[in-house]
T-cell receptor
Framework: DTEVTQTPKHLVMGMTNKKSLKCEQH?????MYWYKQKAKKPPELMFV???????INESVPSRFSPECPNSSLLNLHLHALQPEDSALYLC?????????????FGNGTRLTVT | DQQVKQNSPSLSVQEGRISILNCDYT??????FLWYKKYPAEGPTFLIS?????DKNEDGRFTVFLNKSAKHLSLHIVPSQPGDSAVYFC????????????FGAGTRLAVHP
């Protein structure tokens, strides 16, 4: 069982909908991440939160809005998405914020935008 | 331009034999490398890592080798087991700063009896 929990597992939404992806970890990790993975492609970094503050935004369009309410929770708010945003969205956490701390991934949310 | 490359999309190995997965990188500033394994419908799972100050790291059946001059690393699995069948991602990180992993495209390993 993964220690990073993502909900929902699957999400279908229209281009005018507003939805949110949720991620939770209880390992006391200080950094949390959102990755996007398209079919047959590697995961691509979207956002990094370090000590609940946004540290990295990889030039992600504003229709994706991350939020870190506390050290255990990470949300990704979605609004006015495009069909090309359909992908697997992976949340991850790491014990430390530096580059030598391995990421622990959740099982992802499979998003389909219609 | 891909900074981390896994040029073999797939690899088939017989159970009990050695599996060798390869990874090349272009950025000489990378100094920490990781391998992740991914089963269908699951997120990637951390397998093993190596710092650029080392050339080998071993953990049970898994060994990672790093050749800095060639900008090449490899993952050896000995002996291979059917449960090792998965997609393996190589990933690299820059020194300092935040954790900003860059992944290769992955190699699908199939271990058959």
């Amino acid at each position: 069982d993964t220690e990073v929990t993502q909900t929902p597992k699957h999400l279908v939404m229209g281009m005018t909908n507003k939805k949110s992806l949720k991620c939770e970890q209880h390992m006391g990790h200080r950094a949390m991440y959102w990755y996007k993975q398209k079919a047959k492609k590697p995961p691509e970094l979207m956002f990094v939160y370090s000590y609940e503050k946004l540290s990295i935004n990889e030039s992600v369009p504003s229709r994706f809005s991350p939020e870190c309410p506390n050290s255990s929770l990470l949300n990704l708010h979605l609004h006015a998405l495009q069909p090309e945003d359909s992908a697997l969205y992976l949340c991850a956490s790491s014990q430390a914020t530096g580059p030598n701390s391995p990421l622990h991934f959740g099982n992802g949310t499979r998003l389909t935008v219609t | 331009d891909q900074q981390v490359k896994q040029n073999s999309p797939s690899l088939s190995v017989q159970e009990g034999r050695i599996s060798i997965l390869n990874c090349d990188y272009t950025n000489s500033m990378f100094d920490y490398f990781l391998w992740y394994k991914k089963y269908p419908a699951e997120g990637p799972t951390f397998l093993i890592s190596i710092s650029s100050i080392k050339d080998k790291n071993e953990d049970g059946r898994f060994t990672v080798f790093l050749n800095k001059s060639a900008k090449h690393l490899s993952l050896h699995i000995v002996p291979s087991q059917p449960g090792d069948s998965a997609v393996y991602f190589c990933a690299a990180n820059l020194s300092g700063g935040y954790n900003k992993l860059i992944f290769g495209a992955g190699t699908r390993l199939a271990v058959h009896p």
